[in-house]
């Protein structure tokens, strides 16, 4: 009897534990993580910046350490930082540019839904009369029902309706800009805290190692060893996964633009929005391709179609080759796991939740499986 009842509360003080976790996890992400941003994005350029500083205190036995810590921060600015930041001021150019693109091709979905509308009807007439009829009628109605939903009549958009559109964009806007000093503020702590971090790296891990208790001294360093050789391994790898999708799609697009069956201005937006959607579990590539492919063919652009079809089918078999070779079976999570991740992150979070989430289970499961924490037992290996 005192063996069950040990083994309930040892479970009761399991799931006690995993839910302060949860919590702490869930509080931490919520409410500090916009706060604490500057001084964790700084620690972590901190970390990667050790190894090419140490090389250097090497060769000058460490006479110039301030010199260098300053030197390697502003070339690391002016070599990758600076450059990707004009990257991604122009992919969220071209991103609204491209969604301005296809909220004016919405405007053509009610022509095609009757197109639809009429191809199925076509296609169904092999039905008796009475069958037939029943099966039209029901689908005239959908199609009707989905035709008005896309009615700018029916979707209120009058002058004033506009013009409170207009004031609320305004306003949006007003909210960013007044915004900005805080954000120029937060990159300035942001890189006077990088300065400081690479210089005293040693210092300020070893007072931090200097609190924890003496069974925990390892942690830090445990920390770092679990994080970069499975979750950074991971994220490296789906990194590398996603460009070359993104060149297979870039590559294809423009191969159908030049040979006359796909004429679109946007093809590297689309390359780049399609290479991330084919990182998300469950959905991947097709889920952009087959129903790009399936209007194509509605509209008559059959040579459209057909290249997006043979382009995925390439895309897959490449990506089911290439996939446990880069990323390998002994690190990654189920996708079960994964798409749970995304909606919980999705939910909780926002967006940005969409990215942390996963990049949390992985944190997770490394620490279990290397006997760090418990919250559950892996599986066996074969």
């Known amino acids: 009897m005192n063996t069950k009842v040990e083994k309930r509360r040892a479970v009761l003080i399991n799931l006690a534990y995993a839910a302060v976790i ?26 990667i910046l ?39 001021a122009s992919v969220i150019k071209e991103i609204g540019n491209f969604i301005s693109y296809l909220s004016e091709q919405l405007n053509g ?76 503020f937060g990159l300035v702590i942001g890189i006077i805290a990088w300065i400081y971090f690479t210089k005293d790296y040693d210092r300020i891990v070893n007072f931090i190692k200097l609190q924890l208790p003496e069974k925990n001294k390892n942690i830090l360093s445990e920390t770092k060893q679990i994080f970069s050789k499975t979750v950074m391994k991971m994220v490296r790898a789906y990194a590398l996964i996603m460009f070359i999708t993104f060149c297979e799609l870039f590559l294809g697009f423009s191969i159908l633009s030049l040979i006359g069956v796909m004429n679109n201005s946007y093809i590297f937006i689309i390359a780049i929005c399609t290479a991330i959607f084919d990182i998300l579990p469950v959905a991947g590539s097709g889920g ?54 995304l909606y919980f992150g999705l ?22 499986d290397s006997g760090r924490i418990h919250l559950y037992n892996p599986p066996q290996r074969n």
């Open 288 to 341: 952009v391709l087959i129903p790009w492919a399936i209007g194509s063919f509605i509209w008559d652009n059959v040579g459209q179609g057909i290249g997006l079809l043979v382009l995925y089918a390439i895309i897959t078999v490449i990506r089911q080759y290439i996939e446990p070779k880069i990323v390998g079976d002994s690190l990654g999570v189920h996708p079960l796991v994964t798409l749970a991740g």
């Open 109 to 184: 979905l009610p022509i095609f839904l009757v197109t639809l509308e009429n191809e199925i009807l076509s296609f169904l007439e092999f039905l008796p009369d009475g069958i037939y009829t029943s099966v039209s009628d029901a689908i005239t109605e959908f199609f009707g029902n989905l035709i008005n939903d896309f009615d700018i009549s029916s979707l209120g958009l009058s002058t004033s309706s506009i013009t409170s559109t207009i004031s609320s964009g305004i306003s949006g806007i007003y909210s960013v800009a007044k915004n900005i000093p805080s954000v120029l």
């Open 50 to 88: 050790q190894r090419p500083l140490r090389w250097l205190d090497k060769r000058t036995k460490r006479k110039h350490h301030t010199l260098w810590t300053i030197l390697l921060i502003l070339f690391l600015i002016a070599i990758i930082i600076i450059p990707l930041a004009l990257i991604i």
């Open 22 to 47: 949860i919590g702490i996890v869930y509080l931490f992400f919520k409410y500090c993580l916009s706060v604490t941003a500057p001084f964790l994005v700084s620690f972590f350029l901190a970390v």
């Open 347 to 368: 939910k909780l979070f926002g967006f940005l939740g969409m990215f942390i989430a996963p990049i949390t289970v992985m944190t997770v499961k490394a620490f279990n």
